[in-house]
């Protein structure tokens, strides 16, 4: 995946926000959390979401995979596409989506409202 196709699939996701920081990065939010990065590859594009404990349990060890640099060491559950093999470009699309959706669900029910992610009462 491209740095133009992430940030295509990130932009098609409901109520995102972009803004590069942290050195260039492509940092993608829903209601002002962070849900996927693109950058701080050595080289080559990287990628990194927040995934269920689960997914960061099977996934953590995949070679091209690794918990997330500086995220994952403050015990959350962010993992890092760095390198080859990793994930194909369908199965990382899936995870990026689960990303928006795991944060979106973070979100005070008040603000899943005011962005359109929840129905109104």
């Not at 939010?29 to 990065?37: H, L, N, R, S």
């Not at 990287?46 to 995220?71: C, H, M, N």
Request: positive net charge; charged residues 25%; proline residues 6%.
């Amino acid at each position: 995946m491209t740095y133009e196709e992430f940030n295509a699939l990130c932009r098609s996701q409901p109520a995102t926000t972009y803004v590069v920081q942290w050195g260039g990065a492509h940092v993608w939010k829903v209601g002002g959390k962070v849900f996927a990065i693109g950058g701080w590859g050595e080289g080559v594009p990287a990628f990194t979401f927040k995934v269920t404990d689960i997914s960061f349990e099977i996934l953590k060890d995949q070679p091209g995979l690794r918990p997330a640099p500086y995220l994952a060491s403050r015990g959350m559950t962010w993992i890092q596409h760095f390198a080859e093999p990793g994930l194909s470009d369908e199965e990382l699309r899936e995870y990026l989506r689960q990303s928006h959706r795991i944060v979106s669900l973070g979100l005070t029910k008040k603000k899943q409202r005011e962005l359109g992610l929840a129905p109104r009462d």
